[in-house]
C-alpha cells in the first residue's frame, strides 16, 4: 500500500485520468474530493462491499440452464 500525506487543497493524481483533492479535515475525519470519468466506478468500501455481495447472491439465485437431454440413457 502507497501510504501519501496531504493537507488541505492538496491533490493526488491517479493514472492521468483521476484526482483526489483533500477537500477538509476535521478531528479524526477527511473529506476527499474526486473527480474521475464517468466509466470508473468510485464507491465507500462498504458499499462497494454491499454491490458486491448482492452480485453474488444473484449469481447464486440464478436458475441453471437446462443441459438438453442427448439421448444417452
Known amino acids: 500500500m502507497l501510504v501519501l500525506s496531504r493537507k488541505k487543497n492538496e491533490t493526488i493524481v491517479i493514472n492521468d485520468n483521476i484526482t483526489v483533492t483533500v477537500v477538509e479535515i476535521r478531528g479524526d475525519k477527511v473529506r476527499l474530493g474526486i473527480e474521475a470519468p464517468k466509466s470508473v466506478s468510485v464507491h ?20 441453471p440452464t437446462p443441459v438438453p437431454d442427448a439421448g444417452l440413457s
Open 44 to 63: 465507500r468500501r462498504e458499499v462497494y462491499e454491499a454491490i458486491q455481495d448482492q452480485a453474488r447472491m444473484r449469481e447464486r439465485t440464478a436458475a
